[in-house]
């Protein structure tokens, strides 16, 4: 891992719309998670009653956090891909933690911004006081050009090309409003509760010719490296 060059990469994104499980499905599908980890994580959220939450357990560890079944402190994980090796900060989306995911965010090169394509919940984040709003904006203004959209939940609303793309719209005008280079920006359907277009190419998504979440962030540019005098 010391051989490869290093990022720091955010996930950032409105409360509810899937980061710390998208997340923790793309690390137990990588191997990054051991399968002795991912039996307790679900024996874990079992114990929560929280079944579907074990992925997001990987980054979720305070009690408080499982108990409520959200983000609220950051969350560091290293993690490895075929030619960088990134430490993940995983950001809480809530609006009330927005302190947390701005300390996140100043720390990183990059970052992944999660959007739900379920129907209202893409709807909610780039409203107003959306969080999918005010990260993106937060990023920018910190200093985060480098960006890889997750339009998650590809299983809510059936893997659909046209709902992909009303929200590519959306939040594509968004961005461009905010100041990122909209065509540099992958916008990569994905679902981290059904590990769907994360590490492996989904034959759910036939439409879609674009890259995995992994190759998306693998093709970041690397950070230069500060020189001496």
């Not at 024996?43 to 074990?54: G, H, M, N, P, Q």
């Not at 992944?112 to 394509?117: A, C, E, M, N, Y």
């Not at 059904?194 to 674009?210: I, P, Q, R, T, V």
């Amino acid at each position: 891992m010391a051989d490869k060059p290093h990022l720091n990469l955010v996930i950032i994104g409105h409360i509810d719309h899937g980061k710390s499980t998208m997340m923790g499905a793309l690390l137990i599908e990588t191997g990054a998670v051991t399968d002795r980890e991912a039996r307790e994580l679900e024996k874990l959220a079992k114990e929560y009653d929280r079944d579907s939450w074990s992925y997001a357990f990987v980054f979720d560890k305070l009690k408080e956090e499982r108990q409520r079944g959200i983000t609220i402190d950051l969350a560091f994980r290293k993690f490895e891909t075929p030619s960088r090796y990134f430490t993940i900060i995983d950001a809480p989306g809530h609006a009330d933690f927005v302190k947390n995911m701005i300390t996140g965010a100043s720390q990183a090169d990059a970052a992944i911004l999660v959007v739900s394509g379920k129907k209202g919940e893409m709807e909610v984040g780039i409203a107003a006081n959306g969080q999918t709003r005010e990260h993106a904006y937060l990023a920018q203004t910190l200093g985060v050009k480098q960006l890889v959209v997750a339009v998650n939940k590809a299983d809510v609303y059936d893997y659909s090309e046209d709902r992909f793309n009303e929200v590519k719209e959306s939040v594509g005008d968004l961005l461009k409003n905010i100041g990122f280079r909209v065509k540099d920006v992958p916008f990569v359907p994905t679902s981290g509760m059904a590990m769907e277009n994360l590490s492996k190419k989904s034959d759910k998504l036939s439409w879609y010719d674009g890259p995995t979440l992994i190759d998306a962030i693998d093709n970041f540019t690397l950070p230069e490296k500060p020189t001496g005098k």
